[in-house]
């Protein structure tokens, strides 16, 4: 099969995981079978998949993991021993308190994800960990991929191939790509994609 298929048409969850679907195409199908439609997109997707293999929606475990912390990371002064909370958010507040510390800083996501898997530590970790991820990408060191990040991949690996590229072409490129089976990481021979349609 090349034509993406309707979630509906998927038998099982390896032919439906095989194709990329947006949010809305996730939420849509899960609302039609009862299936809960909170959460991320690869959270739905998990529970369609589930649906698909066993004929009826995933039972839900309430999480435990509630934000406990008050602190406001918009208005609260930061300093180096601020420690990282539970309610950690990324805010114009803490832009400023990392590009004192660091000029030129911008958030990435390998920072990001940094942010929410340490919360214990302080600020001063952070931004040693921030001057760390700037070194291994400077020195070449790639980052692993995130799931949820498949477009921004993408999108790397695409003007990496193609520096002369342009943003309606790989939006057009993208959507043609996800036409087709996963994965969903970019390869030159996608570009012929183009030239097909």
């Not at 990392?98 to 970790?125: E, H, R, V």
């Not at 990408?137 to 695409?158: D, L, M, V």
């Not at 590229?165 to 996608?190: I, N």
Request: net charge positive; glycine share 4%; with cysteine.
């Amino acid at each position: 099969m090349t034509n993406r298929p309707d979630i509906a048409q998927c038998q099982d969850a390896a032919s439906f995981r095989q194709w990329y679907y947006l949010k809305q195409e996730l939420v849509t199908y899960a609302r039609s079978k009862g299936i809960k439609t909170t959460g991320g997109k690869f959270e739905i997707a998990d529970r369609i998949a589930y649906f698909l293999d066993h004929g009826k929606a995933p039972l839900e475990v309430k999480q435990a993991n509630r934000v406990t912390s008050k602190f406001d990371w918009h208005s609260e002064v930061l300093t180096p021993n601020t420690v990282i909370t539970d309610s950690y958010k990324n805010t114009q507040n803490m832009r400023r308190f990392m590009q004192a510390a660091i000029p030129g800083f911008k958030f990435s996501i390998p920072f990001m994800d940094w942010m929410k898997d340490n919360a214990g530590l302080t600020l001063a970790n952070a931004v040693d960990a921030a001057k760390q991820i700037e070194a291994d990408k400077k020195a070449g060191k790639k980052q692993p991929n995130q799931p949820h990040n498949q477009y921004n991949a993408y999108t790397r690996a695409y003007f990496a191939h193609v520096p002369d590229g342009t943003q309606k072409e790989l939006r057009r490129l993208w959507a043609l790509r996800r036409q087709q089976p996963g994965p969903y990481v970019f390869a030159p021979k996608d570009l012929d994609l183009l030239k097909e349609k």
